[in-house]
């Protein structure tokens, strides 16, 4: 390989490497906003259903204290069957009994599903507060284990930058401000390897003359999208 050809070879695996690493440092944020997310709808699923739950309580006891003012008015019905002064009074209150007899069953039953349902439903409780607990540890954990990941992306990036700046000095000027301008605009596609007589950003072959060249140290840019060019194939 030429002297060119690794220097460019380099140039570009820096590139590359830096813009690895800037974007895990950009998808950090992104992934620390999803996971609060994920935590704010496990709150409100907590919620709605803990709203759910006091809702099916208060149905249940104001169905309770119907039931209960039922019974006190069977029971003065009962008082009054037993002083029931003509047959007739006695049918009228017996008749009467009988519809709250049958209201006070339904109610029984009504009152016996809720609670039912209100105990199925508490379990759900315990099962969506452990969610939520272990989605507001995920977060956590993610975002101070991201926090520090960060500090040694930074830290990377300026021992890269670096590296990317000394290896540029090996640009001669009139190559360099094309590749300035380049990176600017396509950041690491700025360079592309040669692969198979072809730029590997864009697949359009270089011609003969363009090989010539490259193997011989020269800064080729291809034809179709302008990349920097450098060979990476032994014996091309
Ligand atoms: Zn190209």
């Known amino acids: 390989m030429t002297s060119a050809t690794e220097s460019l070879k380099d140039l570009h695996q820096l590139h590359l490497q830096i813009e690895e690493l800037q974007t895990e440092l950009e998808r950090g944020p992104m992934q620390i906003q999803a996971r609060k997310k994920i935590v704010a709808n496990k709150e409100e699923a907590l919620d709605n259903f803990l709203n759910q739950l006091t809702q099916m ?3 249940s006891d104001s169905k309770a204290l ?3 003012t ?4 069977l029971e003065d019905l009962q ?25 006070k069953s339904v109610l029984e039953d009504e009152v016996l599903e809720i609670l039912d349902r209100i105990d199925e439903e508490s379990g759900k409780q315990s099962q969506l507060e452990q969610e939520l607990e272990s989605a ?3 977060a956590s954990r993610f ?20 590296k990317l700046q000394a290896a540029e000095k090996m640009l ?3 190559p360099l401000v094309l590749y300035r301008r380049l990176v600017a605009q396509k950041g690491a596609k700025a360079l592309a390897k040669v692969r198979g007589g072809a730029c590997s950003n864009c697949f359009v072959s270089i011609t003969a003359q363009q090989k010539i060249l490259i193997n011989s140290d020269a800064f080729e840019f291809c034809t179709n999208c302008g990349s920097l060019l450098y060979n990476d194939e032994q014996g091309e």
Request: charged share 40%; proline share 2%; no cysteine.
């Open 57 to 59: 309580k208060k149905s």
């Open 66 to 68: 119907e039931l209960k």
């Open 70 to 73: 039922l019974e006190a008015k």
């Open 79 to 103: 008082g009054k069957l037993n002083a029931a002064s003509s047959n007739r009074e006695f049918d009228s209150i017996k008749g009467q009994i009988k519809a709250d007899e049958m209201a």
């Open 136 to 138: 507001r540890q995920e």
């Open 143 to 162: 975002s101070s284990q991201f926090e520090t990941r960060a500090q040694e992306l930074k830290q990377e990036l300026e021992g890269l930058k670096q």
């Open 172 to 174: 001669p000027s009139e």
